[in-house]
């Protein structure tokens, strides 16, 4: 009976190791994400992380973001962080406009990580969403550059936090 078990056991985890369960990035399957599917450096060499404690996380309200580099590259970004809003209605990413008006004239360069934490900037965004009855869930992401040198590539970085806001 244990050797049925383990028999079985071997020819699952096989199965599974063949039927490619690799994971997958959370938008593969959307269109509204077509034109970031061809970075393959998300949520590595950066992380953008939701400031609750500084945004109301209310819709209609600026949302606070920390973007930081943990890769031993810098990274170039443009004035507005490269930051695009999606909203998920009916299980469909939307992109919405933002909101925020960037003052920055200035290429922002976030410095190679100096150690386990890496080099933070941040940043605001305010998606254009109507002020719905019920709690929404957006996801904001960042594009950047890898820098070579102060050069910037074709090479992009980009990452990505999904946030709930409420009426």
Same mark, same amino acid.
């Given at each position: 009976?244990?050797?049925?078990?383990?028999?079985?056991?071997? %020819?699952?985890?096989?199965? %599974? %190791?063949?039927?490619?369960?690799?994971?997958?990035?959370?938008?593969? /399957?959307? #269109?509204?994400?077509? #034109?970031?599917?061809?970075?393959?450096?998300?949520?590595?060499?950066?992380?953008?992380?939701?400031?609750?404690?500084?945004?109301?996380? @209310?819709?209609?309200?600026?949302?606070?973001? $920390?973007?930081?580099?943990?890769?031993?590259?810098?990274?170039?970004?443009?004035? #507005?962080?490269?930051?695009?809003? *999606?909203?998920?209605? $009916? /299980?469909?990413?939307?992109?919405?406009?933002?909101? &925020?008006?960037? *003052? @920055? &004239?200035?290429?922002?360069?976030?410095?190679?990580?100096?150690?386990?934490?890496?080099?933070?900037?941040? &940043?605001?965004?305010?998606?254009?969403?109507?002020?719905?009855?019920?709690?929404? &869930?957006?996801?904001?992401?960042?594009?950047?550059?890898? %820098?070579?040198?102060?050069?910037?590539? $074709?090479? @992009?970085?980009?990452?990505?936090? #999904?946030?709930?806001?409420?009426?």
């Amino acid at each position: 009976m244990y050797r049925l078990f383990c028999l079985v056991l071997l %020819m699952f985890g096989t199965a %599974m %190791m063949l039927g490619g369960c690799a994971p997958k990035l959370a938008w593969e /399957d959307n #269109d509204a994400f077509a #034109d970031f599917l061809a970075i393959k450096d998300v949520n590595d060499s950066l992380a953008v992380t939701y400031l609750d404690f500084m945004s109301e996380g @209310q819709i209609g309200s600026s949302i606070s973001l $920390d973007i930081r580099n943990s890769s031993n590259n810098k990274i170039g970004f443009p004035d #507005d962080w490269g930051v695009r809003i *999606y909203l998920k209605t $009916d /299980d469909v990413w939307m992109e919405v406009s933002n909101k &925020t008006t960037y *003052y @920055q &004239t200035h290429e922002i360069v976030l410095e190679p990580a100096n150690d386990e934490f890496g080099s933070v900037g941040s &940043t605001i965004a305010n998606p254009d969403i109507l002020n719905e009855s019920n709690p929404v &869930t957006i996801r904001v992401i960042v594009v950047g550059n890898i %820098m070579n040198g102060d050069v910037l590539t $074709d090479e @992009q970085a980009a990452a990505y936090v #999904d946030i709930t806001l409420h009426p």
